[in-house]
């Protein structure tokens, strides 16, 4: 039990402050100067410290206890279903959290993707990075307490919420497949860095076509209202993306070295190949110039090199977004609009230029073979979401299928 005491050399006090002896967690006997001149204070404070002691204790007795019972149920299951390193490297995990009460000190998905983003500046283009940098940030926004998680503790489940909660948030308008292929990358990097022993990413399905985001396609009025409000060389990047279906940051990006006026074509890598890390898998697509984009051209001044429309390049990628969605305001298009198969609306932003060429051109008899090739798809679900035919054409369209007539009387 705990007492005070004053401290004495040949009967002499060396000090008015009593002092305190108790006994530690492990039954050893302490002593130490309490400061204090009362000795019922002074012995007071002493039981305080012995009981914070016998608190260590069981504190301790009890974390033991729980690690005994999580050893207990762990080897149980890797009895029962086979022997992982995946999972050991799991367990002690734990057990360091239940002993110590702090965790490993082992990179979350948080932070191992802000390493691994800042690891790829200066190594990759700067629309890639920027690209990178998008897609993360959406990534980040939809994560939640997953990222808190260590990269050793996450799991495919954990990846496919991620992807589900990308699928239905306020993201869900850009391609899902495309931010989680860059996840699945910087997982795989994770893996090849001894950081987790197992690549959870392999198992995650990319979503199917059929179920992207649809988007609305303007119609030609639109397209000149757009024209007419746009500064200078949004005006061209409008009419560009009119007359080629080419992505908005193709067009940013595009340069005077790919026009060949001769030839009165345009030959570029879409975005979606230029980012593949092995060349052969880049794909060339190439543009008819036509009249009106020549006439442009000439108008602001035809040169040898750069970028062709050096005033939206070096806006960056989600402003250039946000930048033609204020254009669209300004020109009293709305960004959303019903259809007849949907019962809420679609949206519209400067995609729909490309819906718009891929549907100008199926009204028009190009087959769905030139279509995917020109658009750089590899599928005709994938094509199908672009191609927005109209009423009145499947009208006129459907007139041209002979009638048959039938003889419908009621059977007697």
């Known amino acids: 039990m705990a007492t005070a005491y004053i401290k004495r050399i040949n009967g002499k006090p060396q000090s ?11 039954g050893k006997r302490k002593t130490k100067t309490t400061g204090l001149t009362k000795k019922r204070e002074a012995k007071a404070l002493a039981n305080e410290w012995e009981l914070a002691e016998i608190k260590l204790k069981k504190s301790k007795s009890k974390r033991l206890e729980e690690i005994q019972e999580e050893l207990k149920s762990f080897i149980a299951k890797q009895n029962r279903n086979g022997w992982k390193e995946s999972e050991t490297i799991k367990m002690i995990t ?36 920027d690209a990178y940098t998008s897609h993360i940030s959406s990534i980040a926004s939809v994560y939640g307490t997953i990222g808190e998680k260590q990269l050793c503790e996450l799991t495919t489940d954990d990846l496919r919420e991620i992807q589900r909660r990308l699928a239905n948030g306020p993201n869900k308008g850009n391609t899902v497949n495309t931010k989680m292929v860059v996840l699945k990358s910087a997982i795989r990097r994770a893996y090849i860095e001894g950081l987790i022993t197992r690549n959870i990413g392999l198992a995650v399905e990319p979503e199917s076509e059929g179920d992207s985001t649809i988007k609305g396609a303007f119609t030609s009025d639109e397209i000149q209202k757009l024209i007419k409000v746009a500064s200078r060389h949004w005006k061209g990047m409008i009419l560009f993306g009119a007359d080629t279906g080419l992505r908005l940051s193709n ?8 026009i060949n006026f001769e030839e009165g074509i345009i030959k570029l890598i879409v975005v979606k190949y230029d980012r593949s890390a092995k060349k052969t898998q880049r794909t060339v697509v190439y543009h008819l110039l036509s009249d009106t984009m020549r006439n442009y051209l000439e108008f602001i001044g035809i040169k040898k090199t750069g970028y062709v429309f050096t005033d939206v390049q070096p806006i960056g990628k989600s402003n250039r977004s946000q930048y033609f969605l204020s254009i669209m ?84």
């Open 16 to 26: 008015p402050n009593y002092y305190a002896v108790w006994y530690d967690a492990n």
């Open 251 to 258: 067009l940013a990006n595009l340069k005077w070295k790919n």
């Open 94 to 129: 734990k057990i360091h959290k239940i002993g110590s009460g702090h965790k490993l000190n082992l990179p979350t998905l948080k932070r191992y993707l802000t390493d691994w983003l800042l690891s790829k500046k200066g190594k990759i283009a700067e629309t890639s990075f």
């Open 329 to 412: 305001e300004k020109a009293g298009v709305s960004k959303t609009i019903e259809v007849d198969y949907l019962d809420e609306p679609i949206e519209r932003t400067f995609h729909g230029t490309r819906h718009y060429y891929n549907s100008k051109m199926a009204r028009n008899g190009v087959s769905q073979d030139v279509r995917k090739k020109y658009t750089a798809q590899k599928s005709d679900a994938s094509n199908d979401i672009y191609t927005h035919i109209d009423k009145e054409t499947i009208l006129k369209e459907l007139a041209k299928v002979p009638q048959t007539e039938y003889d419908w009387g009621v059977a007697q």
